[in-house]
Each structure stands twice: as structure tokens, then as C-alpha cells.
């Protein structure tokens, strides 16, 4: 346990012996591990990942993009860069875009997207699996949750 702090309060890891702690780093580092922009190119142990989003990438990195800010107001303004409005048939996806089968908002990553990386829709609060469209080829979302 940590020292109490100089004004007598308990600290939240004391207040809920320690266990809250461990809670909350563990499920950061399951975040982390599954994140698409996450390092989840090799395992802890120093051995290439031989299932998920990293199996996908053959160069074992991903591009980055820059991401400018679209103005799409349904979100905080901290967000607004990962979603952009649908802008019809001839919109073309990039390689860090999905589309949101329920709500039609494209979500953006800083990193390319691959087949089994997980995104989240913050307009319909939905989570999303990507996956690859066996006749078109390219990136589409399931909805996980």
C-alpha cells in the first residue's frame, strides 16, 4: 500500500485495498494489446503473434496517417478527427476507415485498419469488429456489441 497523502486522505487504491489497482492495469494492458494503434506486433515474450490483427500486417507496422479535424459535431471536440459524415456511393474509403453499419459515420484510425481490429463508434456507442468483404475486398464493420 501506498503512504497516505500529506492532508490525511485515502488514496482510491487504499480505499479499495489494492485489488482496483491491479483491475485497472490489467485491463489496460488487454487495451492496449488489442488497440489498432497499439504495439501488438510481437508477444510479451519476444515470439510473433500468430493470430489476430497483427498476423494480418506482413511487414509488421502499420502505416500512420494524420488525422485533421472534419468539423463532425456529434462527438466531443477531443474526437472529432476519428469520424467524418458518409458522403454517399461515390465516397472512397481509405485504408484507415471504416464504415458504422448502424449509423453510416466513417470512423478513422491513425493507423491502417486491418482485418480483426476492434473500433468504436462514439455517435451510436457501438463496438465494431473489422473484417474483410470476400467480393469487394475491401474493409467493412461487424457490430460486436
Known amino acids: 500500500m501506498s503512504a ?10 487504499e480505499r479499495a485495498g489494492g485489488a482496483w489497482a491491479e483491475a485497472v492495469r490489467t485491463e489496460r494492458d488487454l ?28 511487414r509488421g507496422e502499420r502505416q500512420r496517417f494524420v488525422l485533421e479535424d472534419t468539423g ?10 476519428f469520424y467524418r459524415k458518409w458522403k454517399g456511393a461515390g465516397d472512397r474509403l481509405a485504408p484507415n476507415e471504416v464504415i ?19 473500433v468504436y463508434c462514439m455517435p451510436c456507442m457501438s463496438r465494431l469488429i473489422v473484417t474483410r468483404n470476400e467480393v469487394t475486398g475491401g474493409l467493412e464493420a461487424l457490430v460486436a456489441y
Do not use: M, Q
Open 4 to 13: 497516505a497523502p500529506e492532508d490525511g486522505r485515502r488514496t482510491g487504491e
Open 31 to 58: 487495451a492496449a494489446a488489442v488497440a489498432p494503434g497499439g504495439d501488438d506486433g510481437a508477444a510479451a515474450e519476444g515470439e510473433p503473434v500468430t493470430s489476430g490483427p497483427a498476423a494480418n500486417d506482413p
Open 72 to 81: 463532425f459535431d456529434e462527438v466531443p471536440k477531443k474526437y472529432r478527427r
Open 100 to 118: 458504422c453499419p448502424v449509423c453510416k459515420v466513417v470512423i478513422r484510425s491513425t493507423r491502417t485498419l486491418l482485418p480483426g481490429d476492434r
